[in-house]
């Protein structure tokens, strides 16, 4: 047989994925399943079609996590970043392990307080007593502590397997969005109002245009401006995920939350800071 013919065509992995995309479709084709299914359906859809557990929950869990971060697309979207983002990691831990350590870094490492809890998931805030404040405002330990900008942090973990957890790390910066867009606003506003005075005072065209030009360009770079905070907190989320991943962070003991111990450990990390 010619070499150049092969007597068995290869699929190649493209290939592969479409025959197995379209199968799943063909199956789910066959059941009537309306507007949508439940978890528990949809669970009970993927027994059925082969798919093991493990993965069908992780893929859940990242569509959920592609909702979030495909929800803006209209201008000031664009202008300034999304209103919210998520990152999400499996983590070699299982669930009760990763939530007692995430507990305590948030609190200890980033300077939040618990906000809610909820039976699947936790949420924080920024804690907004004296020593917290020193704390962000000097950078105490040398850290920026860029998740206490956000309006709220959201943190899911779940069971994956035995010994393995998939961790979701959400943040709300809505208020930021709200910020720069009132002050790119302001600064537009301001251009355009002495542009108007300048025209009924009968300054040439020209010039008059010369403010409002200036506060549309100040404008936009105050919007556009947020974006790079929100790459910052999106790393800042990234970075809890790593300590997460590889153990950093001890997973017994209580946080602290305020008091003598908190004086103490601003006076310790100001001393460290200082070096010897």
């Given at each position: 047989?010619?070499?150049?013919?092969?007597?068995?065509?290869?699929?190649?992995?493209a290939g592969l994925e479409r025959i197995i995309?379209?199968?799943?479709?063909?199956?789910?084709?066959?059941?009537?399943?309306?507007?949508?299914?439940?978890?528990?359906?949809?669970?009970?859809?993927?027994?059925?079609?082969?798919?093991?557990?493990?993965?069908?929950?992780?893929?859940?869990?990242?569509?959920?996590?592609?909702?979030?971060?495909?929800?803006?697309?209209?201008?000031?979207?664009?202008?300034?970043?999304?209103?919210?983002?998520?990152?999400?990691?499996?983590?070699?831990?299982?669930?009760?392990?990763?939530?007692?350590?995430?507990?305590?870094?948030?609190?200890?490492?980033?300077?939040?307080?618990?906000?809610?809890?909820?039976?699947?998931?936790?949420?924080?805030?920024?804690?907004?007593?004296?020593?917290?404040?020193?704390?962000?405002?000097?950078?105490?330990?040398?850290?920026?502590?860029?998740?206490?900008?956000?309006?709220?942090?959201?943190?899911?973990?779940?069971?994956?397997?035995?010994?393995?957890?998939?961790?979701?790390?959400?943040?709300?910066?809505?208020?930021?969005?709200?910020?720069?867009?009132?002050?790119?606003?302001?600064?537009?506003g301001i251009g355009g109002l002495a542009t108007?005075?300048?025209?009924?005072?009968?300054?040439?065209?020209?010039?008059?245009?010369?403010?409002?030009?200036?506060?549309?360009?100040?404008?936009?770079?105050?919007?556009?401006?947020?974006?790079?905070?929100?790459?910052?907190?999106?790393?800042?989320?990234?970075?809890?995920?790593?300590?997460?991943?590889?153990?950093?962070?001890?997973?017994?003991?209580?946080?602290?939350?305020?008091?003598?111990?908190?004086?103490?450990?601003?006076?310790?990390?100001?001393?460290?800071?200082?070096?010897?």
């Amino acid at each position: 047989m010619n070499e150049l013919v092969p007597d068995k065509a290869r699929i190649d992995r493209a290939g592969l994925e479409r025959i197995i995309r379209r199968a799943a479709e063909l199956q789910a084709q066959e059941r009537d399943i309306g507007e949508g299914l439940t978890e528990p359906e949809l669970m009970h859809l993927g027994y059925d079609v082969g798919i093991p557990a493990a993965y069908l929950q992780r893929a859940l869990l990242e569509e959920r996590t592609r909702a979030i971060q495909l929800d803006d697309s209209k201008l000031a979207g664009w202008l300034t970043g999304p209103r919210q983002i998520a990152v999400q990691r499996s983590v070699p831990e299982n669930a009760e392990g990763i939530e007692a350590a995430l507990g305590r870094w948030m609190i200890d490492g980033e300077l939040l307080s618990v906000k809610r809890r909820y039976p699947d998931r936790t949420s924080w805030e920024a804690r907004q007593d004296m020593f917290s404040s020193i704390k962000r405002e000097f950078k105490v330990g040398g850290r920026p502590y860029r998740l206490a900008r956000a309006k709220e942090i959201v943190g899911t973990v779940t069971d994956l397997e035995p010994g393995r957890s998939h961790v979701q790390l959400s943040a709300d910066l809505s208020n930021t969005r709200r910020s720069h867009l009132t002050g790119a606003a302001t600064v537009t506003g301001i251009g355009g109002l002495a542009t108007a005075i300048g025209v009924t005072l009968g300054v040439a065209l020209p010039v008059a245009l010369l403010p409002i030009g200036l506060g549309l360009l100040a404008g936009l770079a105050i919007a556009r401006h947020r974006r790079s905070r929100v790459e910052e907190t999106q790393v800042a989320l990234e970075q809890v995920l790593d300590r997460l991943e590889h153990g950093e962070i001890p997973r017994s003991g209580k946080p602290a939350l305020g008091g003598v111990g908190t004086i103490k450990r601003i006076a310790d990390e100001i001393k460290r800071s200082l070096g010897p």
